[in-house]
């Protein structure tokens, strides 16, 4: 029982991760109505990240982690410029040009990119055996559903109500500033293709990271201390008036705070375990849940309706996921098997030559 609750604790945890972020572009949103810079939210996110998880990782990781080398830092700034300064402003570029849930659904396409560039760099491999179709399958199926709910609408299904507008009500109250939300879908599409690249780029360096430095927390530090540096020097230079800086307790620094705190400083560093643990692909492949999560939290919160595409989408997202869930299910007893056949193998015989050459060969059949 414990082993079956350890093997799903990766997947419970990327949907936590996947309702935090709904939360954090819903916040993003009335953040951006209430006059908020895109500019100074994200550097106030990563400050904020930045006071949280850099005396976790001491307290956690400070005495058993190894010294850090000149590569690793170097993986950590560069984890902090794309995926964060980079990643985080061009998305919220793209959700001030179109809305919360556009913006959701285009990162729906990271899995696809994700996948893309694993195949080309090595990390995974393309195979069309009955685990490969399924990735390649699932992956497909869930960024259609995604498109389905963002491009069809049908008739109007909404089970409830609450006549709850918040955008509305900050952007009439409390706004020291105009409001940054604009409208250009054409623009706002490609800034968001641009962010799903670079959200992509981000999980295949910290991959690449965790296979040598495996201590989620002071990557998550490396990388907020890293976006903090950046995202402040770049607000600097194109946010001249100081007023714009402030905070007061307003939806603001609700959207700062937990933004920082909880989606980067928390589950950023739950990520990080979980590509460690699974790969960047488990991770992308969840992207998709993001989307329903908006979906309903929009309708509560932004008067968003709810529609019959919004309904088959979010089934076909949940079709998506479960057929990558269980090509990754069977990958992993595939490679249980096979370790559990080496080492009898090693009691057995005395040619490690022989041995190489077999895990080589069932490694490259087995993996995708």
């Not at 799903?196 to 780029?201: H, M």
């Amino acid at each position: 029982m414990g082993g079956a609750m350890d093997g799903l604790k990766p997947t419970f945890l990327m949907v936590l991760v996947q309702c935090s972020t709904g939360l954090v572009n819903i916040l993003y949103k009335l953040a951006l109505g209430n006059g908020m810079s895109a500019r100074i939210l994200i550097a106030y996110r990563f400050m904020f990240a930045s006071a949280f998880v850099v005396p976790m990782s001491f307290i956690l990781e400070g005495k058993r982690r190894p010294k850090m080398t000149s590569h690793i830092l170097f993986q950590g700034f560069l984890c902090g410029l794309i995926g964060g300064t980079l990643g985080q402003s061009l998305y919220i570029e793209g959700l001030a040009y179109t809305s919360a849930t556009f913006a959701a659904a285009m990162m729906n396409l990271v899995p696809a990119a994700t996948f893309i560039i694993s195949v080309i760099y090595g990390i995974e491999r393309l195979s069309l055996t009955k685990i490969g179709m399924a990735k390649i399958i699932g992956t497909a199926i869930g960024v259609g559903g995604a498109m389905v709910q963002t491009f069809y609408k049908g008739p109007l299904t909404n089970p409830w109500t609450t006549n709850i507008n918040l955008m509305e009500y900050f952007e009439e109250h409390g706004s020291t500033g105009h409001p940054q939300v604009k409208h250009n879908q054409l623009l706002g599409l490609l800034l968001s293709l641009a962010s799903c690249f670079c959200y992509s780029v981000w999980l295949l360096i910290q991959a690449k990271m965790t296979q040598t430095f495996p201590y989620q927390y002071t990557i998550t530090a490396m990388m907020s201390v890293s976006a903090a540096v950046t995202g402040v020097a770049w607000a600097i230079c194109l946010e001249r008036d100081w007023s714009a800086w402030h905070l007061g307790l307003n939806i603001r620094l609700l959207t700062v705070g937990y933004s920082g705190i909880i989606a980067s400083g928390l589950m950023f560093s739950l990520m990080a375990w979980c590509v460690w643990k699974r790969g960047p692909l488990f991770v992308a492949v969840f992207n998709p849940l993001m989307l329903v999560f908006v979906a309903i939290i929009g309708s509560f919160c932004l008067d968003e309706k709810l529609h019959l595409g919004s309904l088959i989408g979010a089934v076909l997202i949940v079709i998506g996921l479960y057929a990558n869930l269980w090509a990754k299910g069977q990958e992993l007893k595939s490679l249980s098997s096979f370790k559990k056949s080496t080492n009898m193998n090693d009691e057995d015989s005395d040619s490690p030559g022989s041995q190489r050459i077999s895990f080589a060969s069932t490694a490259s059949s087995i993996v995708i």
